[in-house]
């Protein structure tokens, strides 16, 4: 006799399996415009950047090769740029990608995957990364701020995605980690920027007790 086992909710249900039953199961995988499936990935996001209101790059981070050269992808930045830094819309599609986005003062924040992703898990990444950016400045999502903390943003990022494969999208964990990860650099390793914060918390607190 075959078993079937079915799991739901964390319990776990066995009975006999009828050969004439169907069963439907739905694919999660995408398919191609010539009617081929393609394979579920976890490498959700092809990229992620934060550009100024002047379409510069602050912060840029590509996990595939569909940009090999820093010339592309800044030619790339430039071009998605232009298309929305007027648009009132948080999401394109833009050379064969999918591009969500948002903007706040002088700064837009950019997550892109391919044409088949959800728009949706892309969304959840932006925002994690927005929130995080946000938690970081201390509210002051701006263009000078994010400059004075450009070491923390890339490591929000690096918490939110590796090799476009998705991490953490919870904003608060994700600042937990970048301030562990901060406390942990070596002092050498440290820029001068942050020896003397460090200096100005010891004479602070120094003076208080």
Not at 1 to 26: G, Q, W
Request: proline share 2%.
């Amino acid at each position: 006799m075959i078993i079937s086992v079915f799991v739901f909710e964390e319990t776990l249900f066995v009975r006999p399996f009828n050969a004439d039953e169907h069963f439907h199961v739905k694919s999660t995988a995408h398919e191609t415009m010539d009617g081929g499936i393609l394979e579920p990935s976890l490498y959700t996001v092809k990229a992620m950047a934060i550009l100024d209101n002047d379409g510069n790059r602050m912060l840029a981070k590509y996990y595939d090769d569909q940009f090999p050269t820093p010339k592309e992808q800044k030619q790339f930045e430039k071009n998605l740029f232009s298309k929305t830094h007027r648009a009132n819309s948080e999401i394109i599609m833009f050379e064969g990608l999918t591009c969500v986005y948002k903007s706040n003062v002088d700064l837009f924040f950019y997550v892109v995957g391919s044409s088949q992703e959800n728009e949706l898990i892309l969304a959840s990444v932006l925002n994690a990364l927005y929130d995080a950016v946000n938690q970081i400045l201390r509210k002051n999502v701006e263009k000078r701020a994010l400059f004075e903390n450009l070491d923390a943003v890339y490591l929000a990022v690096d918490e939110i995605c590796d090799g476009g494969i998705i991490l953490d999208a919870d904003s608060t964990s994700i600042v937990q980690k970048v301030a562990i990860r901060s406390d942990d650099i070596p002092l050498g390793e440290q820029t001068v920027a942050q020896v003397l914060q460090s200096a100005k918390e010891q004479i602070k607190w120094s003076l208080l007790k």
